[in-house]
């Protein structure tokens, strides 16, 4: 997906970047582009803020598709995946959400049209994912995001 490829260059970090790595260089980052750096032109003060943004942006998506934070949630996650059915799902962008009746929700990437047209048009879409999706593209859940919010 271009946002997670994006959001590494910006960090400059690669796919197996481990979370003290990403926070290291967030902190090395943030000292640079802090806003309060900046007080001398109001052009440049707005600058470091949106970069700022989205250094923060990048950051927080990051660690929530980090190997570390997927592995500590992953019972959770299986639980999730092999008992719960699906409630709702939507597809944008190559970004396949999808919320189940446990109140948990998952938002994979990478998810090529193909395989969400097969998805919709399977006779159980459950199996279907079981087998195809969920342990096979990158997630994140969108459930912990709130509740850490």
């Known amino acids: 997906m271009k946002k997670i490829v994006d959001y590494r260059k910006l960090l ?31 052009e440049a003060k707005l600058e470091a803020e949106e970069k700022s943004k989205t250094i923060i942006e990048a950051y927080h ?3 929530s598709i980090a190997p570390e934070t997927r ?11 092999t008992t719960s059915n699906i409630a709702d799902f939507e597809y944008k962008s190559q970004v396949l959400t999808v919320h189940f009746l446990d109140g948990n ?13 097969k998805f919709i048009n399977a006779d159980s879409p459950g199996r279907f994912a079981r087998r195809h999706i969920f342990s096979n593209y990158v997630y994140r859940s969108l459930s912990r995001l709130v509740a850490t919010a």
């Open 61 to 63: 998506f990051l660690v």
């Open 12 to 42: 400059n970090v690669g796919e197996a970047a481990e979370l003290q790595e990403l926070k290291t260089i967030y902190r090395s980052l943030m000292k640079t582009w802090h806003p309060d750096k900046f007080q001398d032109s109001a």
């Open 71 to 81: 592995n500590q949630s992953f019972g959770e996650y299986t639980i999730t995946t």
């Open 105 to 117: 929700s998952y938002e994979y990437f990478d998810v090529p049209k193909e395989v969400y047209r």
